[in-house]
């Protein structure tokens, strides 16, 4: 079954709407958050898996050696294990969700986006790459990202968690203020 074919069925599936409460996802979360520790021995987290990946899709382009050299993704080598699966269970989870609560559709740029910076796919992707890389990069100085110092370092109460949560809410209302500060 294709992505179109799926896409198609999206007004089947909207009449059939499923709303997810905070409360059920945070419990959903929280039991998650358990499973991992109890099987996994790992807390809930993505930017390792993601760093983990970048050094084999950086081989072709950088070469082996460069990257088997490289002293930071020479701590942290790939290794299909339980944060490249949990990353792959986030993407295939996030769209069984959407496609569930009949909230699934392609847009490629974003209605808001579009008011506030035109509609301009190229602009949109150069701007969306850029933010996550620089995302991408606080979250590896920081140790961790939102799952893992919000969801799993938040749920230990580490109080660099709960730093790291404090910066990172403070950060997005101050982005989406400039960004969007044109809309009432």
């Given at each position: 079954?294709s992505v179109?074919?799926?896409?198609?069925?999206?007004?089947?599936?909207a009449?059939?709407?499923?709303?997810?409460?905070?409360?059920?996802?945070g419990?959903?979360?929280?039991?998650?958050s358990?499973?991992?520790?109890?099987?996994?021995?790992?807390?809930?987290?993505?930017t390792?898996a993601?760093?983990?990946?970048a050094?084999?899709?950086?081989?072709?382009v950088l070469?082996?050696?460069?990257?088997a050299?490289?002293?930071?993704?020479?701590s942290?080598?790939?290794?299909f294990?339980?944060?490249v699966?949990?990353?792959?269970?986030?993407?295939?989870?996030?769209?069984?969700?959407?496609?569930?609560?009949?909230?699934f559709?392609?847009?490629?740029?974003?209605?808001?986006?579009?008011?506030?910076m035109?509609?301009?796919?190229?602009?949109?992707?150069i701007?969306?790459?850029?933010?996550?890389?620089?995302?991408?990069?606080?979250?590896?100085m920081?140790g961790?990202c939102t799952?893992?110092?919000?969801?799993?370092?938040?749920?230990?109460?580490?109080?660099?968690s709960?730093?790291?949560?404090?910066?990172?809410?403070?950060?997005?209302?101050?982005?989406?203020?400039?960004t969007?500060?044109?809309?009432?």
């Amino acid at each position: 079954m294709s992505v179109s074919s799926i896409a198609q069925n999206v007004p089947q599936l909207a009449a059939r709407r499923i709303n997810w409460t905070p409360y059920l996802v945070g419990i959903g979360i929280g039991v998650l958050s358990w499973i991992a520790f109890a099987i996994a021995k790992d807390p809930l987290g993505v930017t390792t898996a993601y760093s983990r990946i970048a050094g084999e899709v950086a081989i072709p382009v950088l070469g082996a050696e460069t990257v088997a050299t490289n002293s930071y993704w020479k701590s942290m080598p790939f290794a299909f294990d339980y944060g490249v699966i949990f990353l792959g269970g986030l993407m295939l989870g996030a769209f069984v969700s959407a496609l569930l609560s009949g909230t699934f559709k392609l847009e490629y740029v974003p209605d808001v986006w579009k008011q506030e910076m035109g509609s301009s796919v190229t602009k949109r992707f150069i701007s969306a790459f850029l933010a996550g890389i620089a995302i991408m990069y606080g979250a590896r100085m920081a140790g961790g990202c939102t799952s893992g110092h919000g969801i799993s370092g938040g749920l230990q109460l580490a109080v660099s968690s709960w730093l790291f949560l404090a910066v990172m809410f403070a950060t997005g209302l101050l982005t989406a203020k400039l960004t969007f500060r044109h809309l009432k």
